[in-house]
């Protein structure tokens, strides 16, 4: 955890792409697009980006709905170019139950130690959804990257299967989950966004994984509004 918040604070990482970057954009913007299939967002669904960073996903959802952002490591924050943010660890929100409408977080499980604590932090402070995408082991490149990096090591054990499982244990109930996308944000070169487009669909070896819940709470609750399709599409996998 140390090295870890080490790691985040260290100047180089000012060296980010920001989120305006043409591949970022592309990054960003195709994935919030598969979100809003699945969960509605207007100006004032309330929104909570864990693990925040300098703003890649913050900068979008700040456009589309009321987005506060929560990151423990100063550096990010000041990078980040939405003010609604706050030092705050993912393992203890210092948030009330049932705060925000969806509860959201991109590339931030592989990098806690004890992902189902922050899991359940996440579920708590939900009234609702849960977004959880993380990088998909099965994808040969993410693979690749996660081996030769040593703070990104423990992406190596997130499969699809993998990110559900922890998912359903804590407290969420999934909705649908899937890999999808072929774009390292932090690599690629723009000349390859035209291609990548083209690569956007669900397959198992998307680079990432996608898991779209419900707090369980709300499961047996008669308020839930899933579309029957996706109830169907998730009792057929069973
Ligand atoms: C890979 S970065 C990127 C995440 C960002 N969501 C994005 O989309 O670019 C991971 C971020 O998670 C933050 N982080 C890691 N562990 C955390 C924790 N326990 N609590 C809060 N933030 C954490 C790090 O400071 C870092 O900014």
Redesign the pocket.
Known sequence: ?IF??D???RNQ?GR?RPPTHPVIEEY?ISKIEIIKEYIDLAPETTLL??????????YYWDKICTVTG????E???TLNPVTNTLL????DLKFADNSFDVVF????L????DIGL?IKEMARVSKRHVVI?EPNRNNPLQFLLSYLKKT?RKALKFSPSYLKRVSETNGLWVVDSFARGMIT?DRMPPFLIPVVRRLNFKQPMGMTNFVIAEIERRKNSDIYDVPQELLNRRYSQH
């Not at 929560?70 to 490591?73: E, I």
């Open positions: 955890m870890q918040k790691y985040w604070e990482l980010l960003v980006d864990v693990g925040c960073s300098n703003g890649v996903f913050t929560v990151d423990f490591s550096k990010m924050l705050m660890d993912a393992n977080c991109h590339s931030l592989h990098h806690v130690e922050v995408l990104e944000p």
